[in-house]
């Protein structure tokens, strides 16, 4: 079972908190500059944490590193319990990195109540930290919650579209609707736990402690029921087709950084890698849930680039691209071998530089022609070779060009899915060729061609702060494309560990005599 | 010693790249061009060396760079294989692509993106080199979509024409139908050996069984297809002419088309189990072969009948890997290289000599004014036609004699007919393009120039290979090349034809050539107003030729148009059925907040005001909220904690 390995120095928390606590101090100023300059330093400070943790992770592991375990309501078993694998822990630098990158963009892309802005940032920096890090379910659940919070703020106070109230309130109840099934479920989780404990006299008698969860059988139609009640949960806010539809609102409406978020963190199917199959694996394994999570996510694949071949908005061809690739994700997942489980972990990172990433060049189009609409653009590679420069070589991320880091987890993604059945890898590979059109036949009437008549003559190519966010990106792209070595062995050991725990089922984990310690 | 030089090659144009490619824009056009063609040059310095090793040696060398992709029972190395086909490749691939660099430098001389051509060429260079040193399928798949990529770049290079920009894409997606094949048999492959590394495949390949072995080789096929320009995937490569000329002659003529080719001699062992995939692919270049030949008879474009030409021979390619003529395909695909570069480099020239002018119908008596171009064009002309001793001439009559002897005699037919098409199309496009009176207005005729040393002296130096390159490959099906490729390719052997067929089969090859150079000849030069009678007379054949048989048109019609009314459908059901549904369920989810309390409302309130929310600023916000986010999320929270409490009590009780 999961080694436990406890942290002298409580860091999770210091990231967790730091954003929150930053958000606090920069209440106290005014001058606006100062504020950026703040934001600013908290977000690198916050990186700067974030990769210390990853220097010091140990990799092909598949212990629970950096932990850190407080009591919070010992009468409900819920307690404070931090900690990172290889399964959380680059999300962990994933989500600092682009905060970063986002209070550069918003230096002067936002313009109102700039003080706000950074502040909902950065409490949306930590409550997303806060799903990361969290071991128990109910504390994952509490940040789950309340990331809503402040990206409710950020999409309707910040958005750009005249629709960005009604998006904000979709995005809130799509996400509660499905938060609501999922906390039935870890309420079931606790019950069974609560079951087991009663029977064996274990101390405590409740616990929604993930270690804790992991070590009790669940009876596999107890499982089931689990399964679908946290499916639901996971599924609208990923979004898996057909529960898409929050999405392109969101992000057309809400503004470049929280689409960035919610395009770029992948917090549903995290929650499916982190929770449903390591506590579901019976479950997981089962013909109907297979059979159903592998036909949504052909369905998405193929809908998410169908749809995003017509789309004339940017970013709304870019709702459906995440929608296709979500779909990539789960096929991944579902394949439940090695090699389908390492590609949508790693694509789930990738979306975070490529997805996110041309967000961001949505963003550059947008501070250019205040909208992204194809009609408003054309033959910009002749003015704004830059520009064009990265959004191909992001593009090309995005649609799995071997040498970028699409690539490598698209492989393994269809790899795996092939080899779990033909079938569903030789349908998903049509999705490579749907990504190639789609993407490349916007870039032509966008960046190629004559000059469009909508573009004004005196339009700018990158300037600084932009050449630093799209160089960022495009380190990470070509890094994890041509030497993705520090990453596969920083996930590698959960990878293993979570393979292995499908194979024995949650029953032989009973077997092994020794439960794992939950003090 | 041999295995750094190995390491190396792929490194000097890489290098070269990434400096053009971030810096190029601070120094001259003379750094960034001696950057380019003499990195490519010290590529093929150590080409150069671990040939002699391979040759002398006969040893094949596998070195690993870095560990790439691994986890679980996969790893994946980036490292390289060098055999004797390897080395041959090596070879086109440095040799004629360093020609072509240097050409480069004159023709492309005054543009305003030259640093940005030589970037791309040396990124297409570092993406070949790795297709063909690859010791595993997923090394040449990153070569292969990195020929892929920087295809697009270069046909896309003047960016700002529109039809440039849309053959770009083309070409891109069309070449991902093909690679979606490939993928599929990367994963078969992996599934039945376990590893994706060429020595291991090949040594347990006898376990295949040959259902799964035509799977593989099937779907190999497919990538094949779309990167060689094979029928029905060859669409792209006409409009791929959009780019520069050198890029013609070395993607689209000499190297990138030919990874198709490479791939299925390199993967023979699992075609060889399989009759059905070499029906196929013997068939499938028989017919493009064909095919692409007649498409050649009309169009007046320069380019664009070397392009149907370049289809056509590669069609000859695949026909001598489907008879299992491997080594005669890899000599052919050689001996191609030069001469089709020779005549893209030519072309280039003429088209340069005439300020931009790629249309035959207004070139005419150019063989005094640009003599050197006129001679060498000729010498490409005659060796692909197929005349003894040029170079095309041996190894097209290779596959040919192959197929005849080994019975595979429609093949043989279609493959005879191409060559006398073949013939009759370049000496149509010679006569047309040099002999006769002149055709072009004043102004261009006035500019007409021979072009500089720099872009004549590769031209030489191809015309020299087109020449005499044929004899690596003599005598027929024993030569040095065949005994070089032996240990890769295997020796034809068993089928031995006596000497007295072989020579028949000769003179019958050459007596086809001659017969389309005599009726060029007739056409173009003694009755001029023959072929127009001729178009006149079957009207509707020479329609058809002339716009391609309508493929593209097709194509649009079957494939693109519907997946974009498919597009909007299904744009329609998002919008409306979808969304409208979840609209529905959101509506209920309202009516259960109603039933929400004063005091739940106030608490949440409460706890967004601790949070940092209660901001004066915000407070305008406030009404809208109150029939919004809150209301709502309190009725949900509430909704779940109620539900959470009944199941645990339920439970509990139990």
Same mark, same amino acid.
């Given at each position: 079972?999961?080694?436990?390995?406890?942290?002298?120095?409580?860091?999770?928390?210091?990231?967790?908190?730091?954003?929150?606590?930053?958000?606090?101090?920069?209440?106290?100023?005014?001058?606006?500059?100062?504020?950026?300059?703040?934001?600013?330093?908290?977000?690198?400070?916050?990186?700067?944490?974030?990769?210390?943790?990853?220097?010091?992770?140990?990799?092909?592991?598949?212990?629970?590193?950096?932990?850190?375990?407080?009591?919070?309501?010992?009468?409900?078993?819920?307690?404070?319990?931090?900690?990172?694998?290889?399964?959380?822990?680059?999300?962990?630098?994933?989500?600092?990195?682009?905060?970063?990158?986002?209070?550069?963009?918003?230096?002067?892309?936002?313009?109102?109540?700039?003080?706000?802005?950074?502040?909902? !940032?950065?409490?949306?920096?930590?409550?997303?930290?806060?799903?990361?890090?969290?071991?128990?379910?109910?504390?994952?659940?509490?940040?789950?919650?309340?990331?809503?919070?402040?990206?409710?703020?950020?999409?309707?106070?910040?958005?750009?579209?005249?629709?960005?109230?009604?998006?904000?309130?979709?995005?809130?109840?799509?996400?509660?609707?499905?938060?609501?099934?999922?906390?039935?479920?870890?309420?079931?989780?606790?019950?069974?736990?609560?079951?087991?404990?009663?029977?064996?006299?274990?101390?405590?008698?409740?616990?929604?402690?993930?270690?804790?969860?992991?070590?009790?059988?669940?009876?596999?139609?107890?499982?089931?029921?689990?399964?679908?009640?946290?499916?639901?949960?996971?599924?609208?806010?990923?979004?898996?087709?057909?529960?898409?539809?929050?999405?392109?609102?969101?992000?057309?409406?809400?503004?470049?950084?929280?689409?960035?978020?919610?395009?770029?963190?992948?917090?549903?199917?995290?929650?499916?890698?982190?929770?449903?199959?390591?506590?579901?694996?019976?479950?997981?394994?089962?013909?109907?849930?297979?059979?159903?999570?592998?036909?949504?996510?052909?369905?998405?694949?193929?809908?998410?680039?169908?749809?995003?071949?017509?789309?004339?908005?940017?970013?709304?061809?870019?709702?459906?691209?995440?929608?296709?690739?979500?779909?990539?994700?789960?096929?991944?997942?579902?394949?439940?071998?090695?090699?389908?489980?390492?590609?949508?972990?790693?694509?789930?990172?990738?979306?975070?530089?490529?997805?996110?990433?041309?967000?961001?060049?949505?963003?550059?189009?947008?501070?250019?022609?205040?909208?992204?609409?194809?009609?408003?653009?054309?033959?910009?590679?002749?003015?704004?070779?830059?520009?064009?420069?990265?959004?191909?070589?992001?593009?090309?991320?995005?649609?799995?060009?071997p040498g970028t880091n699409g690539f490598v987890g698209e492989f393994l993604i269809l790899l795996g899915a092939f080899t779990a059945n033909?079938?569903?890898?030789?349908?998903?590979?049509?999705?490579?060729?749907?990504?190639?059109?789609?993407?490349?036949?916007?870039?032509?009437?966008?960046?190629?061609?004559?000059?469009?008549?909508?573009?004004?003559?005196?339009?700018?190519?990158?300037?600084?702060?932009?050449?630093?966010?799209?160089?960022?990106?495009?380190?990470?792209?070509?890094?994890?494309?041509?030497?993705?070595?520090?990453?596969?062995?920083?996930?590698?050991?959960?990878?293993?560990?979570?393979?292995?725990?499908?194979?024995?089922?949650?029953?032989?984990?009973?077997?092994?005599?020794?439960?794992?310690?939950?003090? | 010693?041999?295995?750094?030089?190995?390491?190396?090659?792929?490194?000097?144009?890489l290098l070269a790249a990434i400096v053009n490619g971030l810096a190029g824009r601070k120094y001259s056009h003379e750094i960034a061009h001696?950057?380019?063609?003499?990195?490519?040059?010290?590529?093929?310095?150590?080409?150069?060396?671990?040939?002699?090793?391979?040759?002398?040696?006969?040893?094949?060398?596998?070195?690993?760079?870095?560990?790439?992709?691994?986890?679980?029972?996969?790893?994946?190395?980036?490292?390289?294989?060098?055999?004797?086909?390897?080395?041959?490749?090596?070879?086109?691939?440095?040799?004629?692509? !360093?020609?072509?660099?240097?050409?480069?430098?004159?023709?492309?001389?005054?543009?305003?993106?030259?640093?940005?051509?030589?970037?791309?060429?040396?990124?297409?260079?570092?993406?070949?080199?790795?297709?063909?040193?690859?010791?595993?399928?997923?090394?040449?798949?990153?070569?292969?979509?990195?020929?892929?990529?920087?295809?697009?770049?270069?046909?896309?290079?003047?960016?700002?024409?529109?039809?440039?920009?849309?053959?770009?894409?083309?070409?891109?997606?069309?070449?991902?139908?093909?690679?979606?094949?490939?993928?599929?048999?990367?994963?078969?492959?992996?599934?039945? @050996?376990?590893?994706?590394?060429?020595?291991?495949?090949?040594?347990?390949?006898?376990?295949?069984?040959?259902?799964?072995?035509?799977?593989?080789?099937?779907?190999?096929?497919?990538?094949?297809?779309?990167?060689?320009?094979?029928?029905?995937?060859?669409?792209?490569?006409?409009?791929?002419?959009?780019?520069?000329?050198?890029?013609?002659?070395?993607?689209?003529?000499?190297?990138?088309?030919?990874?198709?080719?490479?791939?299925?001699?390199?993967?023979?062992?699992?075609?060889?189990?399989?009759?059905?995939?070499?029906?196929?692919?013997?068939?499938?270049?028989?017919?493009?072969?064909? @095919?692409?030949?007649?498409?050649?008879?009309?169009?007046?474009?320069?380019?664009?009948?070397?392009?149907?030409?370049?289809?056509?021979?590669?069609?000859?390619?695949?026909?001598?890997?489907?008879?299992?003529?491997?080594?005669?395909?890899?000599?052919?695909?050689?001996?191609?290289?030069?001469?089709?570069?020779?005549?893209?480099?030519?072309?280039?020239?003429?088209?340069?000599?005439?300020?931009?002018?790629?249309?035959?119908?207004?070139?005419?008596?150019?063989?005094?004014?640009?003599?050197?171009?006129?001679?060498?064009?000729?010498?490409?002309?005659?060796?692909?036609?197929?005349?003894?001793?040029?170079?095309?001439?041996?190894?097209?009559?290779?596959?040919?004699?192959?197929?005849?002897?080994?019975?595979?005699?429609?093949?043989?037919?279609?493959?005879?007919?191409?060559?006398?098409?073949?013939?009759?199309?370049?000496?149509?496009?010679?006569?047309?393009?040099?002999?006769?009176?002149?055709?072009?207005?004043?102004?261009?005729?006035?500019?007409?120039?021979?072009?500089?040393?720099?872009?004549?002296?590769?031209?030489?130096?191809?015309?020299?290979?087109?020449?005499?390159?044929?004899?690596?490959?003599?005598?027929?099906?024993?030569?040095?090349?065949?005994?070089?490729?032996?240990?890769?390719?295997?020796?034809?052997?068993?089928?031995?034809?006596?000497?007295?067929?072989?020579?028949?089969?000769?003179?019958?090859?050459?007596?086809?050539? !001659?017969?389309?150079?005599?009726?060029?000849?007739? @056409?173009?030069?003694?009755?001029?107003?023959?072929?127009?009678?001729?178009?006149?007379?079957?009207?509707?054949?020479?329609?058809?030729?002339?716009?391609?048989?309508?493929?593209?048109?097709?194509?649009?019609?079957?494939?693109?148009?519907?997946?974009?009314?498919?597009?909007?459908?299904?744009?329609?059901?998002?919008?409306?059925?979808?969304?409208?549904?979840?609209?529905?369920?959101?509506?209920?989810?309202?009516?259960?907040?109603?039933?929400?309390?004063?005091?739940?409302?106030?608490?949440?309130?409460?706890?967004?005001?601790?949070?940092?929310?209660?901001?004066?600023?915000?407070?305008?916000?406030?009404?809208?909220?109150?029939?919004?986010?809150?209301?709502?999320?309190?009725?949900?929270?509430?909704?779940?904690?109620?539900? !959470?409490?009944?199941?645990?009590?339920?439970?509990?009780?139990?």
């Amino acid at each position: 079972m999961l080694e436990e390995l406890a942290s002298t120095f409580p860091i999770l928390t210091c990231i967790l908190f730091l954003p929150l606590v930053g958000a606090v101090v920069l209440w106290l100023f005014d001058d606006e500059d100062m504020v950026r300059t703040s934001a600013l330093t908290i977000a690198l400070v916050e990186l700067a944490l974030s990769v210390f943790v990853l220097l010091r992770f140990t990799p092909e592991s598949a212990a629970m590193q950096f932990a850190e375990h407080v009591e919070w309501i010992p009468a409900l078993g819920i307690s404070y319990h931090l900690a990172v694998d290889g399964i959380s822990v680059l999300f962990v630098g994933l989500t600092a990195f682009l905060t970063v990158l986002i209070v550069i963009y918003s230096w002067d892309t936002v313009r109102h109540q700039v003080k706000l802005y950074m502040m909902a !940032l950065l409490a949306l920096e930590t409550t997303t930290m806060g799903v990361f890090l969290s071991i128990d379910l109910i504390l994952f659940f509490v940040f789950w919650e309340l990331m809503l919070i402040p990206s409710y703020f950020l999409i309707k106070l910040w958005g750009g579209g005249a629709e960005r109230h009604y998006a904000a309130l979709k995005y809130v109840l799509y996400t509660l609707l499905g938060s609501v099934f999922m906390l039935v479920g870890i309420a079931l989780l606790d019950l069974n736990y609560h079951q087991w404990a009663m029977l064996r006299h274990i101390e405590p008698a409740y616990s929604f402690d993930l270690l804790a969860l992991l070590s009790v059988p669940i009876p596999f139609s107890q499982q089931v029921l689990i399964f679908w009640l946290l499916f639901l949960g996971f599924a609208f806010k990923a979004p898996l087709f057909p529960f898409h539809t929050w999405l392109p609102n969101a992000l057309l409406e809400g503004p470049i950084g929280m689409a960035v978020v919610l395009a770029g963190l992948k917090l549903g199917t995290f929650g499916f890698i982190r929770f449903s199959i390591p506590l579901l694996p019976d479950a997981s394994k089962s013909q109907t849930v297979v059979v159903v999570t592998m036909v949504l996510g052909l369905a998405a694949i193929l809908y998410g680039a169908i749809m995003a071949l017509i789309q004339s908005d940017f970013r709304r061809l870019l709702a459906f691209s995440s929608i296709s690739h979500l779909g990539f994700v789960v096929i991944g997942l579902f394949a439940l071998n090695y090699q389908g489980l390492q590609g949508s972990l790693l694509t789930m990172i990738n979306l975070g530089f490529s997805t996110a990433g041309l967000f961001f060049i949505a963003g550059f189009l947008y501070s250019r022609q205040q909208t992204t609409e194809l009609s408003s653009f054309g033959g910009m590679a002749k003015l704004t070779p830059l520009l064009a420069s990265f959004f191909l070589l992001i593009g090309l991320a995005s649609i799995g060009l071997p040498g970028t880091n699409g690539f490598v987890g698209e492989f393994l993604i269809l790899l795996g899915a092939f080899t779990a059945n033909w079938l569903y890898g030789g349908i998903a590979v049509t999705g490579v060729i749907f990504g190639a059109a789609y993407f490349l036949w916007y870039y032509e009437r966008a960046m190629l061609g004559p000059v469009g008549k909508a573009v004004k003559d005196s339009i700018s190519d990158l300037h600084p702060r932009e050449l630093v966010i799209a160089s960022a990106l495009s380190i990470m792209i070509l890094w994890i494309g041509l030497y993705p070595a520090p990453f596969l062995r920083t996930m590698n050991g959960s990878v293993q560990a979570l393979v292995d725990r499908l194979e024995r089922g949650t029953v032989a984990a009973v077997e092994s005599k020794q439960p794992v310690k939950v003090d | 010693m041999t295995d750094l030089l190995i390491k190396l090659i792929p490194v000097f144009p890489l290098l070269a790249a990434i400096v053009n490619g971030l810096a190029g824009r601070k120094y001259s056009h003379e750094i960034a061009h001696r950057l380019a063609w003499g990195s490519v040059g010290l590529s093929f310095l150590c080409t150069l060396g671990v040939f002699i090793d391979v040759l002398r040696s006969g040893t094949a060398h596998e070195v690993i760079a870095y560990q790439w992709i691994f986890g679980g029972d996969l790893t994946i190395n980036l490292a390289y294989l060098v055999d004797p086909l390897t080395c041959i490749m090596l070879l086109v691939v440095t040799g004629v692509g !360093l020609l072509i660099h240097v050409y480069s430098v004159g023709y492309m001389h005054g543009e305003a993106g030259f640093t940005r051509f030589f970037t791309y060429m040396n990124l297409f260079m570092v993406s070949m080199l790795l297709l063909v040193m690859g010791n595993n399928y997923v090394v040449l798949f990153i070569g292969w979509e990195g020929v892929g990529l920087c295809s697009y770049l270069l046909i896309g290079y003047y960016y700002d024409k529109v039809s440039a920009a849309k053959a770009a894409s083309k070409a891109f997606v069309v070449n991902r139908i093909g690679d979606a094949g490939f993928l599929l048999a990367i994963f078969l492959i992996f599934i039945n @050996f376990k590893t994706l590394d060429y020595t291991k495949v090949f040594a347990q390949v006898g376990q295949l069984s040959p259902d799964m072995a035509t799977a593989i080789a099937l779907c190999l096929l497919v990538g094949a297809i779309g990167k060689s320009a094979q029928l029905p995937l060859y669409t792209w490569l006409p409009d791929a002419m959009e780019g520069p000329t050198p890029v013609s002659a070395l993607i689209h003529a000499a190297t990138m088309v030919t990874a198709g080719v490479y791939m299925i001699v390199r993967n023979h062992a699992i075609f060889d189990m399989s009759p059905t995939a070499m029906f196929w692919v013997g068939t499938i270049g028989g017919i493009t072969a064909l @095919f692409a030949a007649t498409i050649g008879l009309v169009q007046t474009d320069i380019k664009r009948v070397l392009a149907y030409s370049t289809v056509s021979q590669l069609g000859y390619m695949f026909l001598g890997c489907g008879i299992g003529a491997y080594s005669a395909a890899v000599f052919h695909l050689m001996t191609h290289a030069f001469f089709k570069a020779l005549l893209f480099l030519s072309a280039g020239s003429v088209i340069h000599a005439l300020s931009g002018e790629q249309d035959i119908r207004k070139m005419g008596g150019l063989s005094t004014k640009i003599p050197w171009t006129y001679r060498l064009f000729l010498i490409g002309t005659v060796a692909i036609a197929g005349i003894p001793p040029l170079a095309g001439f041996w190894s097209k009559d290779e596959i040919l004699a192959h197929a005849f002897t080994h019975e595979h005699y429609v093949l043989y037919g279609m493959a005879a007919i191409g060559a006398l098409l073949t013939s009759f199309y370049m000496f149509r496009l010679t006569y047309l393009t040099f002999y006769g009176t002149s055709r072009m207005d004043h102004h261009t005729e006035e500019h007409v120039h021979e072009s500089p040393m720099v872009m004549v002296g590769p031209l030489m130096a191809l015309g020299v290979l087109s020449v005499f390159g044929g004899f690596l490959g003599f005598p027929p099906e024993h030569g040095w090349l065949h005994q070089f490729l032996a240990p890769v390719a295997g020796m034809g052997g068993e089928h031995e034809a006596s000497t007295g067929l072989v020579l028949t089969l000769m003179m019958i090859a050459t007596g086809i050539a !001659l017969l389309g150079w005599g009726v060029a000849h007739y @056409f173009y030069s003694v009755n001029l107003s023959a072929p127009e009678r001729l178009s006149a007379k079957f009207q509707a054949v020479y329609t058809t030729l002339l716009n391609k048989y309508y493929v593209d048109e097709f194509y649009d019609l079957v494939w693109v148009e519907p997946t974009k009314k498919l597009g909007q459908l299904l744009d329609w059901f998002d919008r409306t059925v979808i969304d409208g549904l979840v609209r529905g369920v959101a509506q209920m989810a309202e009516l259960g907040a109603a039933g929400s309390t004063w005091r739940e409302k106030y608490m949440v309130y409460a706890g967004l005001n601790v949070i940092g929310y209660g901001n004066h600023l915000i407070a305008r916000q406030w009404r809208q909220l109150q029939s919004g986010l809150v209301h709502h999320y309190a009725a949900i929270i509430v909704a779940g904690l109620f539900l !959470l409490a009944v199941i645990t009590q339920l439970i509990m009780q139990r």
